[in-house]
């Protein structure tokens, strides 16, 4: 079974800890332009009978603009030490600042996606987008929107199917 083989659950409290502090770096694009964003919001599962990562993005991250045109991503789980480079690629957009360069970040290519991985991160997950949705906000209980949503900016959850996970060390 192709859920077995992948054996995608084997760093998912590693990758769920570094989620939860400092956050995941979410890359999407191909080997001439891509972009990188930080991610503190998602969920590791199986759905249709796949290893799924769903990440949830703001339509106003330069980030999204990307998974939408090329319908891949990475997410790169950070080694300890590189905490200030989570901040920042969480806190800077591309549209600005060339995240790469400031911060030194290496890219490698997957392995079977066309989108980039970061060589300084430790796992790595190769996801192809097989579905995407956008929260509700009328389905939503009536607390989430004025805390998470005071200006819209409702989240896009894409549900990426997981190719690879893998350790680039
Ligand atoms: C720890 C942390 C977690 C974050 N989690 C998310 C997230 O899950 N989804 C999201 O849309 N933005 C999240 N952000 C905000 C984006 O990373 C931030 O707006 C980033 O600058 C977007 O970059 P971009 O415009 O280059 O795509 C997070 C920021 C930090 C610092």
Redesign the pocket.
């Not at 990440?55 to 703001?58: A, D, I, N, S």
């Given at each position: 079974m192709e859920v077995k083989n992948l054996n995608f659950t084997h760093y998912l409290r590693k990758t769920l800890e570094m989620?939860d502090?400092?956050?995941?770096l979410?890359l999407s694009g191909n080997a001439n332009e891509s972009?990188?964003?930080?991610?503190?919001?998602?969920t590791i599962g199986i759905i249709w009978g796949k290893p799924i990562f769903c990440?949830?993005?703001?339509p106003?991250?330069?980030?999204?603009?990307?998974i939408k045109k090329y319908n891949e991503f990475t997410v790169n789980v950070p080694l300890p030490g590189m905490e200030k480079i989570?901040?920042y690629?969480?806190?800077?957009?591309?549209?600005?600042?060339n995240?790469f360069k400031e911060k030194n970040i290496t890219l490698l290519p997957g392995k079977k996606v066309k989108c980039p991985t970061i060589k300084e991160c430790d796992i790595v997950y190769e996801c192809r987008v097989i579905h995407k949705n956008s929260i509700v906000p009328a389905d939503l209980i009536p607390e989430i929107s004025p805390k998470y949503y005071p200006k819209g900016?409702y989240?896009t959850v894409y549900f990426g199917e997981i190719l690879a996970v893998y350790k680039q060390s």
């Open positions: 989620m502090d400092p956050g995941l979410l972009n990188v964003m930080t991610i503190g919001w998602g990440v949830l993005v703001r106003s991250r330069y980030t999204d603009s990307f989570a901040l690629c969480g806190t800077v957009s591309g549209r600005n600042y995240k900016d989240h």
